[in-house]
């Protein structure tokens, strides 16, 4: 079964940086595409960055390009997510999931992990 854990959300100041991190222990990350995804109480999981299994494309949300960076490290078979200039409305809990190609639809991703709570507040 596919496992993912994120890690590296917090509090941070607007304006600040935070870097989370997708990882997986029982299985290659280089064989899916991984998304990140966010949600808040009330509204629906959106998508926020994705890279395809080679690393070669990245997509992003146009709230957070420019901010954000998806990326891979193989020898550390995580993905991460660099985020910065963090604003207030970027408060949510972010999450990670793996699926056969980046798309930003949620329901298209097979497995995601328990998620990592981001709070931009000052």
């Known amino acids: 079964q596919v496992q993912l854990v994120e890690s590296g959300g917090g509090l941070v100041q607007p304006g600040g940086s935070l870097r989370l991190s997708c990882a997986a222990s029982e299985f290659s990350l280089e064989q899916y595409a991984i998304g990140w995804f966010r949600q808040v109480p009330g509204k629906e999981r959106e998508f926020v960055a994705g890279?395809?299994?080679?690393?070669?494309?990245?997509y992003y949300s146009r709230s957070v390009k420019g901010r954000f960076t998806i990326s891979r490290d193989s020898a550390k078979n995580t993905v991460y997510l660099q985020m910065n200039n963090l604003k207030p409305e970027d408060t949510a809990i972010y999450y990670c999931?793996?699926?056969?190609?980046?798309?930003?639809?949620?329901?298209?991703?097979?497995?995601w992990g328990q998620g990592t709570q981001v709070t931009v507040s000052s």
């Open positions: 890279i395809n299994r080679s690393g070669g494309s990245t």
């Open positions: 999931a793996s699926g056969t190609a980046v798309t930003d639809t949620a329901s298209a991703y097979n497995y």
